[in-house]
């Protein structure tokens, strides 16, 4: 994933201000406004103002589903951290994402779900996972009970496992279930999911 930004030949705005306003690594974004205000002697504002008239938009590869771009456009860092955040935007792209939402129109949520666990299991997108995140995916299987779950790998370390829980859930690998009456949750998994994990194939 990398933030990207085309200047117009037209345009006074400094090409340096603009890069440094959308100059992001390792999962930040490198200048504060603050600092890039005082390099070249403006307001926050008029930077805001100034980054407007270039095209920016984060690209995260090539689409899961028709293997096209998938690229969103930004207009400012906090638009950007939103998508970025939100794993929704960074396996399909608009188009694919657009069909699939047509599709699902007139279902209920659960089965909405369903539709989505079985577009994240047909384009593999476990694949894209990193070593951990799969041991994590597997140990969900492995473990199977919420209670066992918890105790065993979640309390392990609170903040990042429910990040990486939730992330799972985000990609449709998982459906984390929380009866909202009882408070029972239930990890669940497509069957084909569940014998990839169990047949050593992931």
Not at 69 to 84: F, G, L, M, P, Y
């Amino acid at each position: 994933m990398r933030i990207k930004h085309e200047i117009g030949n037209r345009t006074s705005v400094p090409r340096e201000l603009v890069d440094d306003y959308w100059h992001f690594y390792e999962g930040r974004f490198v200048y504060k406004v603050g600092v890039i205000a005082e390099k070249y002697g403006i307001s926050p504002r008029e930077i805001r103002s100034a980054v407007s008239s270039a095209y920016a938009y984060i690209d995260f590869d090539i689409c899961a589903g028709c293997s096209d771009k998938n690229e969103e456009a930004v207009e400012t860092r906090w638009r950007a951290s939103q998508i970025i955040d939100n794993v929704y935007y960074h396996h399909f792209c608009g188009t694919c994402r657009e069909k699939a939402k047509v599709y699902c129109k007139n279902m209920s949520e659960e089965d909405r779900k369903i539709v989505w666990m079985k577009l994240s299991f047909k384009y593999k997108l476990w694949t894209r996972l990193d070593k951990d995140e799969i041991n994590f995916l597997k140990a969900l299987y492995y473990l199977r009970s919420w209670n066992r779950i918890y105790h065993e790998i979640i309390k392990l370390d609170l903040n990042n496992h429910f990040k990486l829980l939730f992330k799972l859930d985000k990609m449709h690998l998982i459906h984390y279930d929380k009866n909202e009456v009882t408070g029972q949750i239930r990890i669940k998994m497509l069957k084909g999911l569940k014998e990839l994990i169990q047949e050593k194939h992931i």
